[in-house]
């Protein structure tokens, strides 16, 4: 069976979901689930979830991973017809503060465009792989287009800089702790 990746859990800026929910979607406020490198499992396991709590997901994709045991463009186009929020995690998962220029904006552009293909809108968010991230990368993922960039740290300082609180295995397990722990999160935290 395959591991989830590390569930996390995000404080969300207002502006980041506004135009992509569905009408009637009723989430719990303040949270969005992020899971990264875009599993199968995330589809078939946590997908359900997310839409029975009636919860914001995000699934961030690396889009040159096409084997089985990662999700297809199907899946993604479904997903993203349900509400899921869509990101790149850029085309091949390098750690962007070692790339040159040229290198980072195609990891990005790349990514970008091949998800932007497969749900008919454009993609935002960009998910740094391994959370890594400099000034550099945030400018030239602003050229490409993107609005939004999510680290793996717990603060946020600006739109590019979004973070992140990961959640414990035990929590992970445990969907309706999963939920009250987020709730706790956003009340203290807002
Ligand atoms: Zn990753």
């Known amino acids: 069976m395959l591991e989830w990746f590390v569930i996390i859990l995000m ?5 980041y979901y506004g135009h992509r ?9 303040g949270v969005v689930y992020t899971f990264d490198d875009g599993y199968e499992d995330f589809y078939t396991k946590a997908y359900p979830l ?10 961030a994709v690396i889009t040159s991973r096409n084997d089985d045991k990662h999700i297809n463009a199907e899946q993604i186009r479904e997903m993203d017809r349900a509400g899921i929020i869509i990101a790149s995690h850029t085309e ?27 749900v008919g809108h454009k993609i935002d968010i960009i998910v740094y792989p391994y959370g ?14 993107y609005k939004y960039g999510i680290t793996t740290h717990p603060y946020t300082k600006g739109l590019f800089e979004i ?28």
């Open 132 to 145: 890594a991230y400099n000034d550099k990368v945030i400018s030239i993922a602003k050229k490409v287009g």
């Open 50 to 59: 997310i839409i029975k709590n009636k919860a914001y997901g995000m699934v």
């Open 11 to 15: 404080l969300i800026h207002p502006a």
């Open 92 to 118: 091949t998962h390098r750690d962007l503060t070692k790339l040159s220029d040229k290198e980072i904006e195609w990891e990005l552009q790349t990514s970008k465009e091949k998800l932007e293909k497969i």
């Open 163 to 190: 973070g992140r609180i990961p959640l414990e295995q035990e929590v992970k397990n445990d969907s309706t702790r999963c939920y009250q722990l987020c709730e706790k999160y956003y009340y203290l935290t807002r």
């Open 21 to 29: 929910m569905p009408a009637n979607f009723n989430p719990q406020p």
